[in-house]
Every structure is written in structure tokens, then in C-alpha cells.
């Protein structure tokens, strides 16, 4: 079993056959089951313009969410510095850490949450890619002005989302905690780690390095039908690997029957090696070895999964199997 904390990630995918409408009532839902679990923190992704993701901004949802549950971590995995004001991301989750105290945490990543460039543009309002400097001083003048919010009262809590050495090395300079992204580049996870722990420096925000790691997780009763429930994201994986951002997330069945090529087939069996999808025991596996590679203090899993009973059935299985107790108050 685990004895680290462990959060979930909402990427609020869109099923074939349903509306974003359907998706956002499903995301009420899951926040109140996986708190009921006793999971640490849900975190809320931005992207745009996809057919399988919704556009939801985590604001909004860290909002709705934060006031639908009593006891639970709500934040952004993360809001992406560049199509924000830096100043508006201190003014929208410094208000929300003042109405939810010690509840809200920003999550602040780089990427432009698109595949599409004119999206991207559009987000920018027709700027081009960041680049290094101009995103150090995004996440850097965000902070700045957190701290003028402190007159609300408490601050959310800051993290930076990474999937490269150069985001670890920002963390580790600015002195702030890593949400790695080996859900996305499981290849750079741990030279991206030893990268953070070499560069930090203690800041006001935190003390020593803080690591999440946040890794897809699919438990099912058995291996089969992990393997069936991982199909859909499996097709549109195949599709990022061609560059295309504008795959459906379709039906495990409509899965099971699309064309892999033998390229996309090695690419998901050599990403799935490194995630955690199986029955409880394989999970537990996967998931105490990760925690043991990378001397993560949390875990966060991302379950992206067809429907919502499934999802939250995978959760309540690594709760059941993997997640140790926490400790009786005394």
C-alpha cells in the first residue's frame, strides 16, 4: 500500500454520444464520491478546442466545485500562465482561497492547452509561443501579486506544473512545489526530478521540495477489462502522436474495433509500462514502485475513462486496495 496523499485529476472528458453539458453534471458528481474516499485534492485541467476535452476554465469549475463539497483540496492542474494576466490569476483564486480557507490551490503550467494554433493565438490574443523568460515572469509577477491579495486573507496554495527539466528547474528556483506530468512524458520524470531537488531554494511558499507525481491510473476487477476501459484514451493518444488534437473520445467498443498502426501500438505499449492500469494488485504494484522511484510525497491520478461509473469505480478500487488509512485523531 501507499502511505502518501493522494489527489485526482479532472481532464473532464467528453463521451461520444453526450453534450459538455452531461460532463459538467458528471464532474459535480465525482468530486463529492472521491471526497466521500477520502482522496486529498481535485485538480482541474485547462484545454481548449478539442472534441474530447472540455473547454471548461478550472476557475470556474475550482468555483462550483470548492462550494459543492465541504472538505476537499479544489485547484487548478493547472491554469496555463500564458493566456491569463498574471494579476487576474491572483485576483480570481486569491478570492476563492478567502471564501474556501486552506482549500484552493493554483496550479500554474506553460503549455497552451491546444493543438490548434490559431486557438492558441486566439487565447494569446494573437500572440505567439512563450518563451522562456516571458513565462518565468508570468509565474513570477503571479506570485507578486498573490501576496498584495494577502489583505482577503488565506493564500491558495502555488505549485508549478512541469513535464520538462526546464519547468522543474523553474520550481526548484522559484521554491515551489512540482506537479510532474508523467501522464505526458513519463521519459523525463526523473532527470526532470533530480533537476528540482539540485536548483531549489527555500522560499516563502515552501520550506524544502514538494514532488506530486500525477500518473494515469485505470483499476478494474481484472487486467482484461482495465485493457477495455484504457481503449478510448488509447485513440486519442494514437491521434496527439500524429499531431491531431481533434479526436472524439469515443465508446470502449467503438475502441476496441479502431486500426492501430504498429508504430501507434509500440508508442501506448511502451507509455502504459510506465502508468498504472490493471486489476487492484497490479495497480498497487505500479503505483508503490512510482512513489518508490521518484521519492514522491503525493500521488494524483488521472483516470480518463468512458463513463462516470467506471471512473469512480476505479478510484474506489485504489482507495479499497492501494490507499493506506489515515492515522486515527487521538
Excluded at 504498429?262 to 498504472?276: D, G, I, N, P, V
Aim: hydrophobic share 40%; aromatic share 6%.
Amino acid at each position: 500500500m501507499i502511505t502518501v496523499p493522494t489527489g485526482a485529476l479532472e481532464v473532464a472528458m467528453v463521451q461520444a454520444g453526450t453534450r459538455a453539458a452531461d460532463t459538467l453534471r458528471d464532474t459535480t458528481a465525482f468530486a463529492r464520491r472521491i471526497e466521500d474516499l477520502g482522496y486529498r485534492r481535485l485538480w482541474y485541467a485547462e484545454h481548449h478546442h478539442s472534441p474530447a476535452i472540455g473547454a471548461f476554465p478550472p476557475v470556474v469549475l475550482t468555483a462550483h466545485t470548492a462550494a459543492s463539497t465541504s472538505s476537499i483540496r479544489i485547484g487548478s492542474g493547472g491554469v496555463l500562465a500564458p493566456n491569463h494576466a498574471p494579476i487576474m490569476l491572483a485576483e480570481q483564486f486569491g478570492t476563492l482561497a478567502a471564501l474556501h480557507e486552506d482549500r484552493i490551490d493554483l496550479g500554474i503550467g506553460r503549455g497552451p492547452g491546444t493543438f490548434d494554433e490559431t486557438t492558441a493565438r486566439a487565447l494569446r490574443r494573437g500572440a505567439g509561443p512563450t518563451t522562456d523568460d516571458e513565462y518565468r515572469d508570468d509565474v513570477a509577477s503571479t506570485l507578486r501579486h498573490l501576496l498584495d491579495e494577502v489583505a482577503l486573507g488565506p493564500l491558495p496554495e502555488p505549485w508549478l506544473l512541469a513535464s520538462s527539466t526546464a519547468g522543474a528547474s523553474l520550481a526548484g528556483e522559484l521554491g515551489l512545489p512540482i506537479a510532474f506530468a508523467h501522464h505526458i512524458r513519463p521519459d523525463n520524470t526523473l532527470a526532470s526530478l533530480s533537476r528540482y531537488r539540485e536548483s531549489f531554494t527555500p522560499s516563502r511558499w515552501c520550506a524544502r521540495p514538494r514532488v506530486l507525481i500525477c500518473v494515469e491510473t485505470v483499476c478494474a476487477g481484472t487486467e482484461e477489462e482495465a485493457s477495455w476501459l484504457a481503449g478510448p484514451m488509447n485513440v486519442v493518444k494514437a491521434g496527439l502522436l500524429q499531431g491531431r488534437g481533434d479526436i472524439p473520445f469515443p465508446t470502449p467498443a467503438q475502441a476496441a474495433a479502431h486500426p492501430f498502426t504498429a508504430e501507434e501500438k509500440r508508442a501506448l505499449t511502451s507509455f502504459r509500462a510506465h502508468q498504472a492500469h490493471g486489476a487492484p494488485d497490479t495497480v498497487a504494484r505500479q503505483l508503490t514502485d512510482l512513489v518508490e522511484l521518484t521519492g514522491a510525497d503525493e500521488l494524483m491520478l488521472v483516470t480518463p475513462v468512458h463513463a462516470l461509473a467506471d471512473r469512480l469505480r476505479s478510484y474506489e478500487l485504489v482507495e479499497q486496495h492501494v490507499m493506506s488509512p489515515p492515522p486515527q485523531q487521538p
